[in-house]
């Protein structure tokens, strides 16, 4: 059982359009984090949310830290091809980071 | 060395061999992780180090062994190498000694084992 839930797994999208993706869990974090990978290289760190409710926008991408601190999402406007790649949520429970499934996207 | 750098970048490893992965950071971080990614599960921590001296097991540990004798390399050692760990592995850095803040990783090792 993963701790933490994207959705969706997989995403095609044409340039242009908005999309949200999805990271849920049933536990607390303290922060969590958004990265993305790129093929044939590691995760590279997007942002780190820490107070619950919090939103932080990196330029056509917006960042939002459920109340609770145990869900988050990611929201592009106007999809690029640059965009494309695994999108890689993580919570941090104050003993470890534990990753999200990814979601995979892909723009066109 | 600019970053955190891994070795080998791929390897094809008979069943029942010993294999090390190598990671070396120079960024004086403290807490150093290795990660295993699989398609559909993400990347899944398997052993982490605080800071010198230190390691703990992550969520799936088994097969698996690490040391940390000074803050710059990390080995991930494999003593038997079953099929069920092929895999690509990460290796990874942090400021803190708990890991707080941004994770650095390197280019990753694809290991295939048969």
């Known amino acids: 059982t993963q701790l933490l839930e994207q959705s969706p797994q997989f995403l095609s999208i044409q340039e242009g359009e908005n999309l949200t993706v999805y990271c849920n869990s049933s536990?607390?974090?303290?922060?969590l984090q958004w990265y993305r990978q790129e093929p044939g290289e590691g995760p590279v760190l997007l942002v780190t949310?820490?107070?619950?409710?919090e939103v932080k926008k990196l330029k056509r991408l917006t960042f939002q830290f459920g109340d609770a601190r145990k869900d988050s999402s990611l929201h592009i406007t106007a999809a690029q091809p640059g965009d494309t790649g695994l999108y890689l949520c993580?919570?941090?429970?104050?003993?470890?980071?534990?990753f999200g499934t990814g979601t995979s996207l892909t723009v066109i | 060395i600019a970053g955190i750098t891994q070795a080998p970048t791929s390897q094809i490893l008979a069943a029942g061999r010993r294999m090390t992965l190598r990671c070396t950071q120079d960024?004086?971080?403290?807490?150093m992780y290795w990660y295993r990614q699989d398609l559909g599960l993400g990347l899944r921590l398997i052993h982490y180090?605080?800071?010198?001296?230190?390691?703990g097991k992550g969520e799936v540990p088994d097969g698996y062994s690490v040391s940390r004798a000074n803050t710059d390399d990390f080995p991930l050692t494999l003593a038997s190498a079953v099929p069920s760990q092929t895999s690509v592995y990460f290796c990874?850095?942090?400021?803190?000694?708990?890991?707080?803040?941004?994770?650095?990783f390197g280019p990753g090792t694809r290991l295939t084992v048969l």
């Open positions: 949310v820490v107070t619950g409710g």
């Open positions: 990874a850095s942090a400021r803190g000694d708990r890991g707080h803040g941004e994770q650095f």
């Open positions: 960024m004086r971080h403290n807490a």
């Open positions: 536990s607390v974090f303290s922060s």
């Open positions: 180090s605080n800071t010198a001296g230190t390691t």
């Open positions: 993580a919570g941090d429970t104050g003993n470890q980071f534990y």
